[in-house]
């Protein structure tokens, strides 16, 4: 039994995070969010109502829970407070979530200026989800972030002043509409006062938790070929989602990871721009996407569909080092009369079983395909591997077999209680 997981999307995000993170982190002491910020989402049941969370670890439902939003996050204060008083106004206390001080601020410039850059790309823009990511962590990479530790700062409206005039300037040069300073004070040193009591040092809270022998849950958002280095760049988010992420996005010790889980879609989706080898554009991918509403949490755009792609998925085992996985979504497999999926790629005449880094090469990628017999039966009220269809245990086998990794999890469909846990690991 593993004491300390990262649970990240081996895919391009949407692979069901949600409700695995959900179900472990009902066992853990700590849950850690390490990047990304409110680009992701997804909705959680809890005691017959539905919350929406984008930012906020999904740990907070359970008061013993302690939630981490890690210095690998771009955190925007406004869209976090309106996060947590939906949360407060549900009677939650939240005394069970701290904010790293080493977090980045994900500002109003921040936003206007992922708008104004995707329109100025014009028919080579990213797709992106517009929350101000991408230009939040440029800045953090070229050393001209606002943490939290300054946005709680008394000299906040000093720096955010000085920050201000030059984005202003690069505003206006996109030709965008310059940002009020008085304006955005007022609202940004109201909600500095509410920060204050959450914002605090993170390191050694991890430290003493693992000390300690606590369980701790590193809850990965977007997925591995949304990583800004080993995704498909530059259709990619601007963290690194995989789980190298939760290392420097959490300050946890290296050598404190127990294990990886990847998440994995029984298909494969993607919304925004960029290639995908699978993908379908038939009455196939129109039923998957209706039947499983693959659409868009945060931005509601139909999400593009494909079969499974068990070449990317080897590259993605690799880059995160998962032994274990937890397969999503499969009752959606059900009732197709046979079910591709893709063992590898053939570029220019030859076969390839890794993920190029070159885009022109990855337009040029044809997928090589198996096919497997598929199953009719209706799976969602099974509760047990042995009691799958035949034919559905036999994909589940062929993935294990094609990237070298156990299945912990299956679900069965979106339900809780829709899961069959084929190894109990954490
Ligand atoms: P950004 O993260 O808003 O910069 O968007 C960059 C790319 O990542 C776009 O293709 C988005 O659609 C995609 N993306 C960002 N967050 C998610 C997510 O949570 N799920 C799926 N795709 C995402």
Redesign the pocket.
């Known amino acids: 039994m593993m004491r300390s997981i990262v649970v990240v999307g081996s895919q391009?995000?949407?692979e069901g995070k949600g409700k695995v993170t959900n179900y472990y982190s009902a066992k853990a002491d700590i849950v850690v969010r390490y990047q990304?910020g409110n680009?992701?989402?997804h909705t959680v049941k809890f005691d017959g109502q539905e919350f929406h969370l984008q930012t906020i670890p999904s740990g907070i439902f359970n008061e013993k829970t302690l939630n981490i939003l890690g210095n690998g996050m771009v955190i925007n204060p406004i869209s976090l407070y309106s996060e947590m008083k939906t949360l407060l106004d549900a009677g939650f206390k939240l005394n069970n979530m701290v904010i790293s001080s080493r977090a980045n601020v994900d500002l109003n410039y921040h936003l206007e200026l992922d708008g104004l850059k995707e329109a100025h790309l014009k028919d080579k823009k990213?797709?992106?989800?517009?929350?101000g990511?991408?230009p939040c962590y440029t800045d953090k990479i070229s050393r001209d972030g606002i943490r939290f530790a300054d946005f709680i700062d008394e000299d906040f409206p000093k720096i955010y002043a000085e920050h201000l005039k030059e984005k202003n300037e690069e505003i206006a040069r996109y030709g965008g509409t310059p940002i009020d300073l008085e304006k955005s004070l007022k609202e940004y040193e109201k909600l500095s006062e509410f920060f204050k009591p959450y914002v605090k040092e993170t390191v050694s809270i991890l430290a003493k938790a693992k000390k300690a022998s606590k369980k701790i849950l590193f809850e990965g958002?977007?997925g591995t070929m949304?990583d800004i280095d080993f995704g498909t760049y530059p259709?990619?988010?601007?963290s690194n989602s995989s789980a190298g992420g939760a290392i420097t996005g959490s300050g946890i010790g290296i050598g404190y990871i127990e294990g990886v889980v990847g998440i994995v879609k029984a298909y494969t989706t993607r919304?925004?721009?960029?290639p995908f080898v699978t993908e379908l554009f038939n009455d196939l991918a129109d039923n998957i996407r209706e039947k499983a509403h693959e659409y868009g949490v945060?931005t509601h755009r139909p999400r593009r569909i494909g079969y499974l792609d068990l070449n990317q998925l080897r590259y993605s085992r690799n880059v995160n080092g998962f032994d274990y996985f937890a397969l999503m979504l499969l009752d959606i497999l059900s009732g197709i009369d046979e079910i591709k999926v893709c063992t590898s790629y053939e570029l220019d005449g030859k076969i390839i079983d890794y993920v190029p880094a070159s885009l022109k090469e990855t337009y040029r990628c044809k997928p090589v395909y198996v096919t497997l017999p598929g199953w009719k039966e209706d799976i969602s009220k099974v509760r047990k591997f042995e009691d799958l269809p035949i034919n559905a245990q036999n994909y589940v086998k062929f993935i294990e077999k094609e990237i070298d990794a156990h299945a912990c999890l299956i679900s069965v469909g979106p339900d809780h209680n829709e899961t069959i846990i084929k190894e109990d690991i954490f």
């Open positions: 391009w995000g949407d990304g680009n992701a989402g990213i797709g992106t989800t517009k929350k990511i991408g958002a977007q949304l259709y990619v988010s601007s919304v925004g721009e960029g945060v």
